[in-house]
């Protein structure tokens, strides 16, 4: 699976941003997929997951409430809409597949992933 993602940006603080990450293969709709971010000097961190068909999803504790991932299998396509933006979301934003989880996520750490689009950029201001 190829990921590609888009959709960052600079925004102010209250703002959104709508990610989409967009995968190559028939594998896409079978895999568990999740976003991660990065922050300047900071660890690679889980933002959210969902599984193959959408039925589950999880969430970093800090983003509950103000993003939503879902997916559209059809399109190949993962979204991470985000709302209410606060300067500690800044980061690199990364899609990335799971293509040994039998379509679930299987937990947060990175290294369970082995599929990775480039990041996207999302800069919010105070």
């Known amino acids: 699976v190829q990921l590609q993602a888009s959709g960052g940006g600079a925004v102010q603080a209250g703002g959104s941003l709508n990610l989409s990450c967009e995968g190559s293969g028939r594998a896409f709709s079978q895999v568990g997929m999740a976003w991660f971010r990065e922050a300047p000097e900071k660890d690679r961190e889980f933002v959210a997951g969902?599984?193959?068909?959408?039925?589950?999803?999880t969430y970093l504790d800090s983003v509950k409430g103000r993003f939503t991932i879902s997916r559209d299998n059809a399109k190949n396509t993962v979204y991470l809409q985000m709302n209410s933006l606060k300067p500690g979301d800044t980061a690199v934003y990364y899609c990335?597949?799971?293509?040994?989880?039998?379509?679930?996520?299987?937990?947060?750490?990175?290294?369970?992933?082995?599929?990775w689009g480039r990041g996207t950029q999302v800069t919010v201001s105070s």
């Open positions: 990335a597949a799971d293509r040994a989880g039998g379509g679930l996520i299987r937990g947060r750490t990175a290294t369970l992933f082995d599929s």
């Open positions: 969902i599984s193959w068909n959408g039925d589950s999803t």
